[in-house]
Each structure stands twice: as structure tokens, then as C-alpha cells.
């Protein structure tokens, strides 16, 4: 019987630290692309990625890529260089990689998962 709590234990606390990256990673792209859309004249695309690692709080996440770039509104796709979108076009910051899971062969999560986060907002800068 205690075999089977301690197995329910750790898989809750691997799928529940999953769920927290996820977010942790979703808010880190949020405000990086923050930072780009107020910053477009002054920032640059390493800055941009700096504000995103900070936000990311040393989370253990492999394979991590920020992409910063000019978005099209409607689909999301990459325009070009994110320094050359004016007034109100759109921006995107997204947010790439994969976390390891602590437990799991208990959690029944594979050993490695991909995480990804992107996030568009009008510019407020040029």
C-alpha cells in the first residue's frame, strides 16, 4: 500500500512540475516580447533574449531557443527582423526547448518533453 501512495506521490509532483515550467515558460515569452514591442528602437534581439532567460528563473529547460521576430498578426508567421516592425505592427517572441522529467517511470511521462511558448503584440516603438 505504501508502495502504491509513494508512486501516486512522485507522479503528481513530476506532472505538477511540468505544468509549472510550462507556464513559467508562457510568461517568460510574454514579457520578453513585452520588453521588444516598447523597446523596438533602442533593444536589441540579445537583450530581448536576456529579459526572456531572466524571466525563465534558472528552470533546467534543454534545447532553449528565443526566436524575436516580426510577426504577421494573423498567422503568426516570421516577417523578418523584429527592429524593422513600425507603429502597431506585430512582434513575436517564441520560446522553444524541452524539460526533463524527475520520475519517470512513476509519472508515466516520458523522459524528456517539449515545451514551447509564443506571444505577438503590436509594437509600440518606430
Do not use: H, K
Not at 507522479?11 to 523597446?39: H, K, P, W
Not at 527582423?81 to 516520458?110: C, D, E, K, R, Y
Amino acid at each position: 500500500m505504501l508502495n502504491v501512495c509513494l508512486i501516486f506521490l512522485l507522479g503528481l509532483f513530476d506532472f505538477s512540475r511540468v505544468i509549472m515550467i510550462r507556464q513559467v515558460v508562457t510568461n517568460a515569452a510574454r514579457e520578453g516580447c513585452r520588453y521588444a514591442v516598447v523597446n523596438t528602437s533602442t533593444a536589441t534581439t540579445s537583450q530581448v533574449q536576456t529579459c526572456v532567460s531572466n524571466y525563465l528563473c534558472g528552470q533546467q529547460i534543454g534545447n532553449l531557443v528565443i526566436n524575436v521576430y516580426q510577426a504577421d498578426p494573423t498567422t503568426g508567421n516570421n516577417l523578418g527582423a523584429w527592429t524593422n516592425a513600425g507603429f502597431s505592427n506585430s512582434i513575436g517572441v517564441q520560446v522553444t526547448g524541452t524539460i526533463g522529467t524527475v520520475t519517470p517511470t512513476f509519472s508515466l511521462l516520458p523522459s524528456s518533453l517539449p515545451v514551447q511558448a509564443t506571444c505577438i503584440m503590436a509594437s509600440e516603438g518606430n
